[in-house]
């Protein structure tokens, strides 16, 4: 039996690692190619990923068309040198996080989550958590429902 094929119209969960010039005007062209197109981000992080400088990593709602057309527009911009470009729940967008939780409060992320982590909230430690950007988004989740103070998560790696 095979699997069911996505819609492919359908909108779902996008994340992006663009590589851009680091230059003034780089991130509003990026945003411009999303704005005119009727693309809201979800998140967006600029910064040094992996020590290069000039790294956009966003999420964002969109059809596998829409996204396309996304793709080669922003592929066409002269700041953009690269970009990858994968569902929010490919195993290849790995993201890492940072929760904390108000003082004498234990969270764990859910067992049934496939992340890495460490620290005792209890003891007033954050709670460092690596794993797939889902999973990592999900442990987010949860922490906030726990009434997490602080939650910070960031896209390591898009593949």
């Known amino acids: 039996m095979s699997e069911p094929v996505a819609d492919p119209s359908a909108p779902r969960s996008w994340v992006a690692l663009v590589q851009c010039l680091d230059q003034p005007g780089a991130l509003m062209a990026l945003a411009s190619v999303f704005a005119e197109r009727g693309v809201n981000f979800s998140s967006l992080a600029t910064g040094a990923l992996d020590g290069r400088p000039g790294t956009i990593a966003l999420t964002f709602d969109a059809s596998e068309r829409r996204c396309q057309l996304l793709r080669r527009a922003a592929e066409r911009l002269t700041v953009v040198r690269s970009l990858v470009l994968r569902p929010f729940d490919d195993p290849g967008a790995r993201a890492a996080g940072v929760v904390r939780m108000p ?46 103070l602080t939650i910070g998560t960031v896209v390591s790696e898009v593949r």
């Open 103 to 148: 003082p004498g409060t234990a969270f764990r992320p859910p067992d049934d989550l496939d992340v890495v982590w460490s620290g005792d909230s209890a003891a007033g430690e954050p709670v460092l958590v690596e794993g797939t950007l889902a999973d990592v988004a999900a442990v987010a989740s949860a922490a906030r429902e726990a009434g997490a």
